[in-house]
């Protein structure tokens, strides 16, 4: 068992001092007693709070960060032209490549205070689109990677056939992604497999890429396939993919997943940075979650999520770190937010009346990101996983500091060098900032750099 006492501590009733928390040998919360005393066997620790998820993922992009920064000929460069070296960059990754990255991006996810990793896992053949021997490869590469991490895994092996909404066949690089839906079911199979190496907090989810990249047939036979469990699509991320399927199948992507498919809590729909009012206000309903990429949502030009309008139709939202290029909780947040305030002309766009900017944002993380990944986590209380986080709380920017407070000074003046301690169903895996095998998981990324080169 780990006990922990905290000074603070943010428990689903709000702010609470002197809070002793037990953590099983199972990994979940046995235990949350405030005014409590710590006892000889529990570590003292500062500020605790729940560790949220990263909603979503695509590991290998991280070795590409800093190599897609210049313009080429084309005046209109644009995600369309990104998408175009980055098929050309994974033409060079092997599975040993995948595990080392997947690593260390995991590790990166974890010491920014992260303690779940969902991974939208497209990248499954060789060069040239024949399968490895063992379909499941590259899943079991990441699952390899979360053995070494210890990050909390929800696994999306995701279905990608074709390069457009008129079934063309797929191009180079794309072709690595590509299966029939017999084939991805098989490959389905193979990845859950994999996860049986891992803690029981390990989760398997479904990933119909996009609706440019599956027919209408298959959307509702991978939902047959998920049961219960999450599913994942990107969904209204660019204009040209609106009006490409607009064209093709006579409606906006958001209008014709919510005319034709039962959508409900198990959903998770990324990015969405080009939805019309009445179709935000729809998919809101749903009860399914926002998937939002900030960062990368930026630096790809997707557009600005509606998230003021979304929150007021009680949307749920996560934050994930997508192509990886730099994985920061906090900067997500404070991208997510200050992109409402620019496009507004406003200020604290996302508070409420009774929760401030921070507050509102990390409890909504909290409950979106635990819902997505199918995992119990979010909350510091018994019989949830013991995923947590912990705060520096000799940081300057914490002095004098308390309750909600603590969060906006985190989430908006804070680094990510205030994370000091996390844990990932109990795995205590960040000490004093660093994760416990940064060394050996750096060397290895390292070595994987040095060999793909500067130049895609």
Not at 107 to 135: C, I, K, R, S
Not at 162 to 179: A, K, M, T, V, Y
Request: with cysteine; glycine share 10%.
């Amino acid at each position: 068992m780990t006990q922990l006492f905290a000074d603070q501590a943010l428990l689903p009733d709000g702010w609470m001092e002197n809070v002793l928390v037990k953590i099983n040998a199972d990994g979940c919360i046995g235990q949350v007693t405030p005014a409590s005393e710590p006892g000889a066997a529990a570590q003292k620790v500062g500020i605790l709070l729940p560790a949220p998820v990263n909603v979503h993922s695509h590991a290998f992009q991280r070795a590409m960060a800093g190599l897609t920064e210049r313009r080429g000929p084309d005046p209109s460069d644009s995600f369309w032209t990104w998408r175009q070296l980055m098929f050309r960059f994974l033409d060079r990754l092997t599975p040993d490549h995948v595990e080392a990255i997947t690593a260390f991006v995991q590790m990166e996810m974890l010491e920014a205070g992260y303690a779940t990793n969902v991974e939208f896992h497209y990248l499954h053949h060789q060069p040239g689109g024949a399968p490895y021997d063992n379909l499941a490869e590259m899943s079991d590469r990441v699952v390899a990677a979360a053995a070494q991490t210890g990050v909390g895994l929800t696994l999306l092996p995701v279905h990608y056939q074709f390069g457009g909404c008129d079934g063309r066949d797929l191009g180079p690089g794309q072709i690595r992604f590509g299966n029939d839906v017999s084939r991805h079911a098989r490959l389905f199979d193979g990845a859950n497999a994999a996860l049986r190496h891992l803690p029981g907090d390990s989760r398997l989810g479904v990933a119909p890429h996009s609706l440019r990249a599956v027919s209408q047939t298959s959307i509702s036979e991978l939902t047959g396939l998920a049961q219960h469990r999450p599913i994942h699509m990107h969904l209204a991320e660019q204009v040209a993919e609106v009006d490409e399927v607009c064209a093709a199948w006579g409606k906006r992507p958001v209008e014709w997943l919510l005319d034709n498919i039962d959508v409900a809590s198990n959903w998770c729909l990324i990015h969405c940075t080009q939805m019309l009012p009445h179709e935000t206000i729809g998919l809101a309903k749903t009860e399914a979650v926002a998937g939002l990429c900030p960062i990368t949502e930026s630096s790809l030009g997707d557009g600005i999520f509606d998230g003021v309008r979304w929150l007021e139709s009680d949307g749920r939202i996560a934050i994930g770190s997508d192509s990886n290029i730099r994985i920061s909780l906090l900067e997500e947040l404070r991208t997510l937010d200050y992109s409402q305030r620019l496009r507004d002309h406003s200020r604290a766009a996302l508070a409420t009346p009774d929760k401030s900017t921070g507050r509102r944002l990390f409890d909504e993380i909290l409950r979106g990101g635990a819902q997505a990944a199918g995992r119990d986590c979010g909350r510091i209380a018994p019989g949830a996983l013991g995923d947590l986080l912990v705060l520096d709380d000799t940081a300057i920017d914490f002095e004098g500091r308390d309750g909600d407070t603590i969060l906006d000074s985190f989430i908006f003046a804070g680094r990510d060098q205030m994370v000091a301690d996390v844990w990932s169903a109990g795995r205590h895996v960040v000490t004093d900032g660093q994760h416990i095998d940064r060394a050996a998981i750096v060397e290895r990324y390292r070595a994987v750099m040095r060999g793909l080169g500067d130049e895609i």
